[in-house]
């Protein structure tokens, strides 16, 4: 059979832009939040992480939003690099289940120089 | 920094023949994971794997398949009789503590002709 690939979302800034990725995570339960960017051939990479107790976590140029109440997980990319140019994934862990990730679609973002 | 590694980096095994996925996790971690991604879609939970044994598996982990620590380094995934749908990226990944902390290698992408 054929593997159809699904149509990723994407999103195409300039460079120097802010960028913000968004993602509904699907179970109320989970507590766990990671975001991960996966360049062309590679293997997932850690960005940021960010637990239920908490709202909004910052590393550099990142920042996390976490909104528990609609489920909604954000990634703000601040002075995007075309280096940050890759598919970025949401996953969430959630407090039975094994805490096995569970990822999200991902989201394709390109920058434009 | 410390890594997972995984080899080889690219298989290509005719369809009916067994493959064998190896990885080197991180050396103090505990838990041990393989995920799979097929190209343009998420990526997909496998097994889990603590203390020497399956702690969890997916639907897509049938008897095909198999894992196991040999040794005191290396945590392979088999595949028995490997079918066209087989073909992916294959993703090991381990963490100290369940559900947190993970470490992904750059996977192995196993072509099945």
């Known amino acids: 059979g054929e593997n159809v690939g699904l149509h990723l979302p994407t999103l195409s800034v300039q460079e120097g832009d802010n960028s913000i990725i968004n993602c509904a995570y699907s179970n109320s339960a989970s507590d766990y939040f990671i975001w991960y960017k996966q360049e062309s051939g590679k293997g997932p990479q850690f960005i940021i992480d960010i637990r239920s107790n908490m709202d909004k976590r910052q590393g550099q140029r990142v920042t996390v939003l976490l909104n528990k109440t609609v489920k909604h997980l954000s990634l703000q990319i601040a002075a995007t690099q075309p280096g940050d140019s890759a598919v970025y994934f949401c996953?969430?862990?959630?407090?039975?289940?094994?805490?096995?990730?569970?990822w999200g679609l991902g989201t394709s973002l390109a920058v434009n120089p | 920094e410390p890594e997972v590694t995984q080899t080889p980096s690219h298989q290509v095994t005719q369809m009916g023949q067994e493959v064998i996925l190896r990885c080197v996790p991180i050396?103090?971690?505990?838990?041990f994971y393989w995920y799979r991604q097929i190209l343009g879609q998420k990526v997909e939970f496998l097994v889990s794997f603590y203390n020497n044994e399956i702690s969890e598996k997916s639907e897509i982990f049938d008897d095909q398949f198999s894992v196991e620590r040999p040794d005191g380094s290396n945590f392979t995934l088999k595949i028995r009789s490997t079918k066209l749908e087989d073909s992916a990226m294959y993703f090991c990944?381990?963490?100290?503590?369940?559900?947190?902390?993970?470490?992904f290698g750059s996977g192995t992408r196993l072509t099945v002709v």
């Open positions: 050396s103090n971690h505990l838990y």
């Open positions: 990944a381990s963490s100290v503590r369940q559900g947190d902390g993970y470490t």
């Open positions: 996953a969430e862990v959630n407090a039975g289940n094994n805490r096995k990730l569970i």
